[in-house]
């Protein structure tokens, strides 16, 4: 690890091959993301993790290191930017926080936190998409799915059970399950599953666990989520 | 925060919410005193007073939009108030009450007004008298021009205070880890 880039003034090492995120990452430094996960392959979607290179605007995620580049990540312009995406992503579901069960746990929350999201600025999409409570021990709220794809890349490359894709385009593109009903208990999905682990929002819930962490205890209560890049993902 | 000559005329109300961000404003405690050098109430639910004064310096919003008289209410206060603050998760994204808004209104009034069981003769109340609700639940952005937010449901009492006192310090509200809250 001879080769550095600079990362808002700070120097980065990297190995060949590694991703901006993921030498940023290994070197504590937090970029905001929601579609990223350390166990899979870059998605590109939610496009927080956008920093700028050498003046040009890309997804960190995706972007290779390279010796010698510039990047800027915490700066008021990105920010302001990814608050922007953020606010599109709450507006274009249900988020209606107070009642989730995900609420004090889930990325994109504690995302909106960490950019200071005071509303969501832009007109409500009120979605109406039905829950999926078809299966003994999951319940699907897919109202609030941000299509990050993360339970899609799990079923497919981990649990090899390709449960769930992503389907339709444009706004109406979203998360489908694969079975010819179309419901969840007509696969072989199980609670064990990586694909039932990864859900950064509240798409993916347990039956018959209701708001089990008292309030001050969860995991974005005790500490924001530009704090968990360490003990998440620092290998 | 500096005292200013003049106290500012403060009105409150709550469109579809719930109380609970007055409430959550009362849980300031002995800081309302304090508040109070600063501020005097003008219309609210804290106050006898019908109508906003023309000459308010803040409004603060509680709650959706639910109905043609939230509506009125809110014009009111967006033209007698120079600021308008919409505090808590219902004034901003419409909030639990918002989870009507993939039914249809009149199933809704149906089963609540007129097929539930144990009512007796039940019909759809139809008076005048009464605001028709609206088709959906709104944010009240969407009617009006909003100048600041208090999210939360409700808001703790530190972060409605940590917004009052930076506005009335001049300052650009911000609420840090612990205070930001959207539940």
Redo the contacts between chains.
Sequence with gaps: MSQTFILDGKTIPFADGQTIMQAATQAGVFIPHLCYHPDFKPHGSCKLCTVKVNGRQTASCTMRAMAGMVVESDTPEINAERLTLTQMLFVEGNHFCPSCEQSGNCQLQATAYHLGMMSPHFDHFFPNRAVDASHPEVLLDFNRCILCSLCVRASRDVDGKNVFALSGRGIKTHLIVNAKSGQLADTHFTLDDKAAQVCPVGVILKKRRGFAVPIGERTYDKQPISATVDAAEGN | MNAPKKKLKVATTSLAGCFGCHMSLLDIDERLFTLLEHIEFDRSPLTDIKTVSPDCDIGIIEGGLCNAENVHVLREFRDNCKILI?IG?CA?????P??R??LPLTTILEEVYHTSPGLSNGMIPNDPELPLPLN?V??I??VVK?D????G?PPSADAIWKVLTDLLAGKE???G?GL????
Excluded: V, W
């Excluded at chain 2, 600041?148 to 999210?151: D, K, L, T, V």
């Design positions: 919409a998760a901003i994204n419409g909030g639990l918002a989870q808004n993939h959906k709104h944010p952005h969407e909003i600041y937010f208090m999210p449901c509200p911000e609420l880890h930001m809250h959207y539940d």
